[in-house]
């Protein structure tokens, strides 16, 4: 099956379909110290989670405000999870929200998913119009496994050498590319 779709029944939903690994996560104001895109105000905390994958260079990283409302991330997340099986692997412990917040949040490391960016819709309306917004979610979980460290890619300075110098010989006479390939 090609990657193209040619056919109106070939074409998805989907905007990113990948394989990858919950790797990090943080439950904080400002989670891994990002503020997220400007003009976006936050009320409290959010789960941010971060995700390894072979199909991008970077890893990628989704938020999800925890809610009680319908038609929020949260409430996609939380049905992507009982949908894909996962929630049976989640665990919520503690005494209050906070504490339940990130054992759930620390239960979601190692899990594998194939994820997909999805178009879906919000309660917030606009001219009487239902926003939309797009949101990374869990589609097929494929288990748990032990988180590997991230390979180190470090960039190299202006100016720095990227590879050791390659001294290479200088012929003092012209240099008969046929004579020499001759066997």
């Known amino acids: 099956m090609s990657g193209i779709?040619?056919?109106?029944?070939?074409?998805?939903?989907?905007l990113k379909d990948f394989t990858g690994q919950i790797v990090a996560v943080?439950?904080?104001?400002?989670?891994?110290?990002?503020?997220?895109?400007?003009?976006?105000?936050?009320?409290g905390k959010v789960l941010c989670i971060r995700i390894r994958t072979e199909a991008y260079e970077k890893e990628q990283f989704e938020w999800y405000p925890p809610s009680r409302v319908n038609k929020t991330k949260w409430a996609y997340l939380i049905e992507a999870?009982?949908?894909?099986?996962?929630?049976?692997?989640?665990?919520m412990s503690g005494v209050n929200d906070d504490e339940r917040m990130k054992s759930f949040a620390n239960s979601l490391l190692g899990m594998r998913f194939r994820f997909q960016e999805q178009e879906r819709e919000s309660l917030v309306k606009e001219a009487g119009v239902t926003k939309k917004f797009n949101i990374t979610l869990p589609v097929e979980y494929l288990g748990r496994a032990a988180i590997?460290?991230?390979?180190?890619?470090r960039q190299a300075?202006?100016?720095?050498?990227?590879?050791?110098?390659?001294d290479i010989e200088t012929?003092?006479?012209?240099?008969?590319?046929?004579?020499a390939l001759k066997p």
Do not use: C, H, Q
Request: avoid cysteine.
């Open 5 to 14: 779709a040619f056919k109106t029944e070939e074409f998805g939903d989907a």
């Open 26 to 43: 943080d439950y904080a104001e400002e989670p891994f110290g990002m503020k997220g895109a400007p003009g976006i105000r936050r009320a």
């Open 81 to 91: 999870l009982n949908e894909t099986g996962a929630m049976k692997d989640v665990s």
């Open 148 to 153: 590997e460290e991230a390979p180190v890619v």
């Open 157 to 166: 300075m202006i100016g720095e050498a990227v590879s050791a110098p390659v």
């Open 171 to 179: 012929p003092s006479a012209p240099v008969d590319i046929d004579a």
